[in-house]
């Protein structure tokens, strides 16, 4: 039972990796998962990183 409940989570996970590759027009062939949402991660920090720092120097004008 439990396995079955695995293997379903599994076919699940494989499912959304493929729509997030489709998403970003992967190559099929190309495409390995550890290297995607990696590169994924590592824009989400730097995204999070320049947002904070717009939001630093807006603040700054206003006090200034």
Do not use: H, P, Q, W
């Amino acid at each position: 039972e439990k396995c079955d409940y695995l293997e379903t989570l599994y076919a699940d996970m494989n499912k959304r990796i493929e729509a997030m590759r489709l998403l970003f027009a992967e190559d099929k062939k190309k495409f390995k998962s550890e290297t995607f949402f990696a590169t994924l991660y590592s824009f989400v920090l730097a995204y999070k990183e320049t947002y904070n720092e717009i939001l630093r120097k807006r603040e700054a004008e206003e006090k200034g």
